[in-house]
């Protein structure tokens, strides 16, 4: 994406505002993201409203079979199935602090028991990772990220998790990188939203039809050491708000290469 120092105009209490902003700040990053889409998985970045026509695969077809190669190839190196690809173990660091108080020898004699606890977390932290079908949506991560250079995966409250392309998605960065704003949009059917979100929306948007498709905006904005957490439809901010510590942050923007100031 390109730097933010366009000195577009955007009103920091109206999402869509900011949304606006932030896809004017891609450049033609979308359209190129759409045509490299095109060559390879078209749905990782169609065209708006590709649904409801059938999608140019452009008679490419090693593209998407080098796509699925690599992603795979990355998410085995990532995640291996046959062995574990993360251990809890005793740091060097916990064992120079608990040499402060008690004498090697204690700490020799119990390392096997807390090497037998970390193996005990270690195999129900994989389990868990299997509950939630996190390998195939890393796949699809890494899919993004090759074709495109950028995606989020999102922690819904279901503990589900979701992948958001660079078309439906807007981040700003500091200069060395860290966000500290993101909002990513679902296109959705109104009556697919919450009842309490409805009826605020209907208050601001009296005829609208169940059947209408609209834009529902999650936002997180870094305030401190935590994140602001705001949500709209279409141009409607709605009441929804809240404080997010810095560990519940629900979100990972992936990028394949960051360069300075760029977001």
Known sequence: MLPTTSGIYEDRG???SVWDAMQLNKGDLVDR???????????ICNEDHAYTTEVDKANVFI?????????NKIA????????????????????????????QATIDSNKTMIQQAGSRVTKLAMHKLDLITYRPMSIEAIKHVIITGNAVIRRMPNNKRVVYG?????????????PYDLIVRDVVRFDSLDEDVQNSVRQYRMHIKDSDAVNLFARWRKEGKRWEFT????????????????????????????????N
Not at 63 to 71: C, D, I, T
Not at 77 to 95: C, M, Q, W
Not at 168 to 176: P, Q, T, V
């Open 76 to 103: 085995n190196v990532l995640f291996p199935h046959d062995r574990n690809f993360f251990r809890v173990d005793l740091s060097v660091e916990a064992e120079f602090e608990a040499a402060k108080t008690v004498d």
């Open 166 to 178: 660079v078309k439906d998605y807007g981040i700003l960065r500091n200069i060395d990188g860290t």
């Open 33 to 43: 993201a759409k045509e490299y889409a095109r060559w390879t998985l078209p749905h």
């Open 63 to 71: 593209g998407a079979r080098l796509v699925n190669f690599l992603a």
């Open 231 to 262: 949500q709209g439809v279409d141009d409607y901010t709605l009441p929804t708000f809240k404080m997010v510590a810095e560990k519940e942050f629900p979100c990972i923007p992936l990028t394949w290469t960051l360069a300075r100031a760029e």
């Open 14 to 16: 109206n999402i869509r």
